[in-house]
């Protein structure tokens, strides 16, 4: 069967000029994928290289478009023939299995969350990102969709990341972490600590508490955290990386013998360079709606927005909500058997 | 005048073995500095390789050793005797200027706050350490002394952070940032959304929110948060920093070939690594307190564990503790004459 993904092509720092050679590429990857090119008709179609329309490649025409900093309350009141809008439509009318867009995340999350619905079980929808580790990669969430979590929607943040690994890695029972501090006395602020006992007590591979240094050691293959939390450790991490990239850079432009030196070590430096790409990690699931949507970074080029379509195709291919909505109701209803078990 | 510094030679992953190498290289190192080692003289003297004990180097008994694992309060209530306490307890007592421990960060958080009581006007300690970044350095506070914190807390901290950056620095009017998530409407949690409103309202430089990756692009020269999200980020990047040098070292590794290029661009590597390299930004210091206290990473090794005594040592000799206590009281007193300025 095909996979049908709705794309936003007018989201993203760079719009039309990044998302429609990507999905372009992408279908040509794949050929059990059909694409929807949602936007301005007039600014999709010059970027097709004469590829024409056919039964895996539609345009659909949306005459608006959100913008990255507008509020998302006004992106959902106001916008209703946005590409976005229009890409999270086609999914809640069956026309897509999933949509990707680099737009405006509170926009995003606020029109997936109205127009998809909630699933039965979960109270908030929670974004959910791939991350390298010294042993492979994790999944961690929430990263931003929630400011101000209890502990129950950390242990739906929990049972979705492990549905979605279980899904997408076949793994039968992944290992899950709680985000949390070690260096004082109480271990952990009070929702977190509540927190750990429902995990703990829940049917879920809990590992227990996973440190910052934890989530890149590899420690669990979901680690999760409110979304204030994790959208810290998630750009800090940007961050970092891009100032060590830019030392780098820099020691070996210092001379014209690091200079050549960084001739000879330019094969190693790729390599590494690539290992450890964030591109290659593009694309957030908004987990815990009734359909699938992808959040791509907004600074993503053509190469990072395709892994971000890759996201989504996976999920869809890997029946992601089919897992995650089933084990929500057998999950709570364990958790309500065993109370302080 | 002479600065004097005692040192808790007990602490640490590796105690005495790393402190007192580290306090003689100190020593000689800073003709103005008078140590005094504080621990189990039967460890410690054995290794003092010659040095005579004089006016600049005093060694001081204490039968007890705070464990890495130790309840602080447990710490707190029996071990009077702990090299930590004494340590402590000589600037209590105005025998030493600061104190350095590289042991247990609650028992030391909670001994000094006990032994040295808090300065009028601020509620709660914080744990505050310098970071590098793309422009040259940052401070951020808390790193893990409180995981509830209220908005009149992180003002309080941002008050600490910018007197201790004057103090070190010389600088007038450092900036203050404090640290936000930007992706949601909303702008955060409730209690940053209100400790933005006292910090706009303050007499500080404040530069408003600085995400993740501001911290590292030097967006500020003080970054405040609460200690969770604080510890979460620094050890996020700790993580992150040892993958990333793992990846780099296994991919130089890979073959003969590129083991050759290691070989060349070795010089360079080792200029990078200097220049990122974490033990010299060893030492946090305790602020709030009517003493200077200041931690030491567990795992610091002499050179880095050096480097938090130099800490102290720069603490005490442009006055900190002065600094911060004259201006609470003063930009308490602003910000009330302008309440919702």
Redesign the interface.
């Given at each position: 069967m095909t996979t049908r993904i709705a794309i936003d092509c007018m989201g993203g720092d760079h719009g039309p000029s990044v998302t429609v050679p990507a999905a372009l590429h992408f279908l040509k990857a794949h050929p059990g994928v059909a694409l929807v090119l949602v936007g301005r008709e007039e600014s999709i179609r010059p970027l097709l290289e004469g590829v024409g329309e056919s039964e895996r490649l539609r345009v659909v025409h949306a005459s608006e478009i959100v913008a990255m900093g507008e509020?998302?309350?006004m992106a959902l009141k106001n916008k209703k023939d946005s590409s976005m809008r229009v890409a999270v439509n086609l999914v809640k009318r069956g026309e897509a299995d999933a949509c990707v867009s680099a737009g405006n995340?509170?926009a995003l999350m606020?029109i997936s969350r109205f127009v998809l619905k909630m699933l039965p079980g979960i109270d908030r929808p929670a974004i959910c990102t791939q991350l390298?580790?010294?042993q492979g990669h994790t999944h961690m969430l929430d990263?931003?969709?929630n400011?101000?979590c209890g502990p129950e929607h950390l242990l739906q943040f929990g049972i979705m990341g492990a549905m979605l690994v279980s899904a997408l890695e076949h793994k039968e029972r992944p290992t899950v972490g709680l985000?949390n501090?070690g260096?004082?006395?109480?271990k952990?602020?009070?929702v977190?600590k509540a927190a750990a006992d429902l995990l703990r007590d829940s049917d879920l591979n809990f590992v227990g508490n996973v440190?910052?240094?934890?989530?890149?050691?590899g420690d669990a293959d979901v680690v999760v955290?409110d979304?204030?939390?994790g959208?810290?450790?998630?750009?800090?991490?940007?961050?970092?990386?891009?100032?060590?990239a830019?030392?780098?850079k820099q020691?070996?432009k210092?001379n014209l013998?690091?200079k050549?030196?960084?001739l000879?070590?330019l094969?190693?430096?790729n390599?590494?360079k690539k290992?450890?790409d964030h591109r290659r990690y593009n694309g957030a699931i908004l987990l815990g709606l009734k359909g699938i949507s992808v959040k791509s970074h907004g600074s993503a080029d053509s190469f990072a927005f395709g892994n971000a379509i890759g996201r989504a195709f996976d999920a869809v291919e890997n029946r992601v909500l089919e897992r995650i909505s089933a084990r929500m109701a057998q999950t709570a209803a364990a958790t309500k058997a065993a109370p302080g078990a």
């Open positions: 509020s998302p309350a995340t509170g606020a390298p580790t010294m990263l931003g969709a400011v101000d985000l501090i260096e004082e006395e109480i952990g602020n009070e977190v440190e910052g240094d934890g989530i890149y050691k955290c979304g204030f939390v959208n810290v450790a998630l750009k800090t991490s940007e961050g970092l990386a891009q100032m060590l830019f030392f780098l020691e070996f210092r013998l690091t050549l030196a960084a000879v070590a094969p190693v430096l390599n590494f290992r450890v």
